[in-house]
């Protein structure tokens, strides 16, 4: 099992630029979430879904798109990049279940800076 | 809202001390706590506590939670330089695989 797989490991983008961060698990999780880290502030998240098809909005959603169209692919899209938005940036998936005590395991994060 | 605190924010010990790390939080329908250890790349899982005063334990490192206080501690034990990271807790409330995280507590060890 390759786990939880993110690309690219770095980027660097323009203001106003798009681009989207790929995100894939081969382990058959339904959860999957996108955080955001930044100095001192610990992971923030940004979009979660349930299973394909279901999308939600986690605690920073501004300026980031999110579609579930398989079990496995999570690509987190930011459509007008900012500076604010410099960040490094984890997926993470977890099982489901009814007693859903589960860890989530990450992917090795993207690092993407926005000048 | 679901909140997370850790405490101290970073501390600064020597090899074979011990450490005790704070975690407490506020959060709606409490379903487990989640403690991470990240080395200048992703989290990697510590351990999960769900049940009052059971303390999960793997070698130097044990952790326990008190659902009535609403904290948990991990401590760490005979601290070697490889313990040196930034330890993370979570918690997972009312919605599954939703985690809302601490800051994190920098943890340096020096030999």
């Given amino acids: ?115 | 809202e679901d909140k997370v605190v850790q405490s101290p924010l970073s501390l600064v010990v020597h090899e074979g001390d011990t450490v005790t790390l704070n975690c407490s939080y506020e959060v709606t329908n409490f379903r487990s706590l989640l403690w991470y250890k990240q080395e200048k790349k992703a989290p990697t899982f510590l351990f999960m506590l769900t049940s009052s005063g059971i303390e999960k334990k793997s070698g130097r490192l044990s952790s326990i939670l008190d659902k009535k206080e609403l904290f948990s501690i991990l401590n760490i034990t005979a601290t070697q330089t490889g313990d040196s990271a930034v330890y993370l807790c979570a918690v997972n409330g009312r919605t599954r695989g939703k985690l809302v995280f601490g800051a994190g507590t920098i943890l340096r060890v020096k030999s």
Avoid at chain 1, 91 to 100: D, K, N, P
């Fill in chain 1, 1 to 115: 099992n390759a786990g939880v797989t993110q690309t690219p490991k770095f980027q660097v983008l323009k203001t106003g630029q798009s681009m989207t961060l790929q995100c894939a698990q081969d382990m058959n999780h339904e959860y999957m979430s996108w955080y955001r880290q930044d100095p001192g502030m610990g992971l923030r998240l940004i979009h979660y879904s349930v299973g394909a098809g279901i999308t939600d909005q986690g605690e920073v959603p501004n300026g980031y798109n999110v579609s579930r169209s398989t079990t496995e692919d999570f690509p987190l899209r930011l459509l007008s990049a900012a500076p604010s938005q410099t960040s490094v940036y984890f997926c993470a998936s977890s099982l489901a279940g009814y007693s859903s005590y589960n860890e989530q395991f990450f992917g090795p994060g993207t690092r993407l800076t926005v000048l």
